[in-house]
């Protein structure tokens, strides 16, 4: 099998740059990284020097992910004959036992941890994650709550996939909500928050759900789901009989602009294809049968 | 005025101006390394944590409260302001203002500061003031009255003088603030070597009074949500979106990114 540098012809400094712009973005491309990092590792642990230790941090969490237990084991031992009292090692051998799923082995290791320092926001979420893997929910969003407490409001963002899942769309609209605060320029949030206020359903739900599928669309033109949402429920309000005339034609006029906006679209994304023509009825077909009517 | 100019050897500016220069510099450096191996550990309790996690978020629903529902937005309010069980009105926190006599990891901090700080600059200020002493080292470019001169003009002796002319310690004294910039660029912000922001944050006093401050930071949270109000920024957000054709740049393009590099 080629080699990572044999086949992009780069040398181990862009590899190791490649890895830390990937560190810094938080990306998780779990596979390229293991490529990387483990031609990295073997070939040229020497000349990293001190950047191996967050490496091997990387990789091994990489390698959890692709089910390489081999790579993940050999970078364990590394870092822990390396740091052999460091809580964010044991954190990565606790994560190696929750992949084999001896949670109860995982448990004790982050439990060890919490008693030694309270405030380690990292052991936390492993044993939240832990929960959520053997499927106590129940418990997880206990755990949740607490944790949420003391951190970054920023981890809402974990929890509010719980709520939906159980149906408990409250729940779920206040957890975006408070992603929303945080980061308001994020349509991704807006548009989640749009769909969950959709499902909940009601009028003033709609109304919400609407303006804010608007707002996803403001903050990034290029938002397909969110374009359809708000045809969607434009089209919802409009059909409803307990509107006024004026809400009425205001929806009208928002879910024809919105029908405008797709069937643009789809011409764009027809361009040069000889069936262009059948994929624009296809369209419009669609958008009619998306009508909501009055039952 | 017609104040003969005072010629200095330039052996002066060779042997004592610049060495006083280096001398505070390297002292500066050697300070702020002393300070960082001195460190302490800080742990902070949970409670600590949560309580500031308590303030980020009410400043946050300050700020960008304006992106959610009226509704949700007044529920918060309410949570944290509410006259009989809001979060801000209801929580005391237990407080113990930290005397320096008593808490024993204060005293250390204390003693640590002043070892480090103040300590070399009386001692290099008296070895200068004892080393170079007897002539004017250098001119201050203002002129000062009479009374800046046995300030000034330590070792000294001259009724004649223009205050202007400075004795080396003084020239010391202005180094210490004077690098203070140049201690910045090189070492970074928040060095250990910045003497006169370590000196103010003593004068104000509470800088290790933390616990002191929660009841004070969680009344002036619950003031200022008080006073903020709810601009729905989402108001008119259907008629700014459909005032222009969206832009479809770049969705369908042909080309797309392979592979890892």
Known sequence: MASVSEMYDVGWEEMRDKLRKWREENCRNSEQIVDVGEELISEHASKL??????????????????????????CLQELEKQFSDSHRVKRLSGMRLEALERYDEANKDYDAILQDDPTNTAARKRKISILKAQGKSAEAIRELNEYLEMTHPQLYQS??????????????????????????????YCEQYAEVKYTQGGLENLELSRKYFAQALRLNNRNMRALFGLYMSASHIAASPKVSAKVKKDNMKYAAWAATQINRAYKLA????????CSMKAVEEMLESMQITMS | MAEPELLLDSNIRLWVVLPIVFITFFVGVIRHYVSILLQ????????????????????????NGKYIPKQSF????????????????????????PSPMTDPSMLTDMMKGNVTNVLPMILIG???????????TTKVPFPLTLRFKPMLQQGIELLSLDASWVSSASWYFLNVFGLRSMYSLILGQDNGADQSRIMQEQMSG?????????????????????????????????????????????????ELPSGIF
């Open chain 1, 270 to 277: 027809g361009r040069g294809t000889k069936e262009n023509k």
């Open chain 2, 206 to 254: 509470a800088a290790m009074a933390m616990p002191a401050d929660t009841n004070k930071a969680f009344k002036a949270e619950w003031e200022a949500l008080e006073l903020t109000d709810h601009q729905w920024a989402l108001e008119s957000v259907e008629e700014d979106l459909m005032s222009r054709e969206l832009d479809f740049d770049g969705m369908f393009s042909k």
């Open chain 2, 126 to 136: 008296g070895w200068i003031n004892w080393t170079f002493s007897g002539f004017v």
């Open chain 1, 159 to 188: 929890t509010y996939c719980f709520p939906c899942h159980f149906h408990s769309y409250g729940k779920a609209a206040f957890c975006l909500e408070e992603l929303m605060m945080t980061n308001p320029h994020n349509h991704l």
């Open chain 2, 40 to 63: 302490s550990d800080k742990k902070l309790t949970l409670e600590q944590v949560s309580d500031s996690q308590v303030l980020i978020r009410s400043r946050i629903l300050r700020e």
């Open chain 1, 49 to 74: 020097g001190d950047d191996i230790w967050i490496i091997y941090e990387q990789v091994m969490i990489a390698a959890l992910d692709c089910s390489r237990d081999d790579l993940a084991l050999t």
């Open chain 2, 74 to 97: 007044l529920m918060r309010k309410f949570y944290f302001n509410n006259q009989e069980d809001g979060f801000f009105k209801k929580t005391k926190r237990k407080v113990v203002p």
